[in-house]
């Protein structure tokens, strides 16, 4: 379903989460749980659409979360002390850019390697995070036209250097 803002909140969270319209009990709880999480204070009764849309999407992303996706390794027989830099395993990172869209990118093992090394990172979670501090960051250079990888790669390379 897409929800616009306009019209019921209730009856979109109930057919998201497969509920009847009338148990307005819980409802309620799931209401009250996105406008904890999303900072809303607003205790009117009718909400403005932008802020139904927003409690709306919380609970889409939250039912339905992105994960890293990391493809198996191929085994590597031959151990060679350059055998690292032609590494190029593909590792796909689910990220958040600054406009608040969610979007994924692929990058190659070395590029990888290097940012562990270089910034001490261990988990892909602490890169996904990184790549994301790091467009927020940069957000007068980035270009939301531009393809992503290549960008995102850019500002890695940048960073070791």
Do not use: C
Request: net charge positive.
């Amino acid at each position: 379903m897409n929800y616009d803002g306009t019209t019921s909140l209730q009856t979109a969270l109930a057919e998201l989460y497969g509920l009847s319209v009338k148990s307005q009990a819980q409802l309620a709880v799931l209401v009250k749980e996105a406008k904890a999480s999303l900072g809303i204070t607003s205790t009117a009764r009718i909400l403005p659409p932008e802020q139904r849309l927003a409690i709306y999407q919380w609970h889409k992303d939250r039912l339905k979360p992105v994960q890293d996706i990391k493809q198996d390794e191929a085994p590597n027989p031959e151990e060679q002390p350059d055998s690292v830099v032609y590494d190029f395993k593909q590792t796909h990172f689910a990220i958040r850019l600054p406009d608040g869209k969610r979007t994924t990118t692929m990058l190659e093992g070395y590029l990888i390697n290097a940012m562990q090394r270089k910034h001490g990172l261990t988990t892909n979670g602490g890169i996904r995070a990184w790549i994301e501090q790091v467009i927020k960051n940069d957000a007068a250079r980035f270009d939301s036209h531009a393809p992503l990888a290549r960008q995102v790669k850019r500002l890695i390379v940048e960073s070791l250097v």
